[in-house]
């Protein structure tokens, strides 16, 4: 069974930084498309970043610019580094992945999700 297992959210200031983390279980980076999404309480999932098996990525335009996915195929995890953090980004980011590799952006594309973890900005 593949596991996903995120980690690196916390509490920061406008305009602050985290990286997000996650750790892949039974699942090789080589064959699949690796995604970041989040959920703002009381909102849809929002999709925020995605990359390849090639290393090609894509972004949301809310983010583009701020945050930066990439891959560490040797330990098997997925980052996402979110520079220029804004309250908007608040959300419980959730790393997820798609056995097709298709890089869509609908959460119904992604088969293995992690269990989430909060980011928290402050004004």
């Keep these: 069974q593949v596991q996903l297992v995120e980690s690196g959210g916390g509490l920061v200031q406008t305009g602050g930084s ?6 892949a279980s039974r699942l090789t980076f080589s064959t699949v498309t690796m995604g970041w999404f989040r959920q ?17 990525t894509t972004y949301a335009d809310s983010v583009k610019g701020r945050f930066t996915i990439s891959t560490d195929n040797a330990k098997n995890i997925v980052y996402l580094r979110m520079n220029g953090l804004k309250p908007e980004d608040t ?9 097709y590799a298709t890089m869509k952006r ?15 900005v402050s004004s």
Excluded: H, M
């Excluded at 959300?91 to 056995?99: E, F, M, N, T």
């Excluded at 999700?113 to 909060?118: C, K, L």
């Design 18 to 23: 985290l990286r997000l983390s996650c750790a």
């Design 91 to 99: 959300a419980v980011y959730y790393c997820a992945a798609d056995l």
């Design 40 to 56: 703002a309480p009381g909102k849809d999932f929002e999709f925020v970043a995605a990359i390849n098996w090639d290393i090609s």
């Design 106 to 120: 609908t959460r119904f594309d992604y088969t293995y999700w992690g269990q989430g973890t909060q980011v928290t």
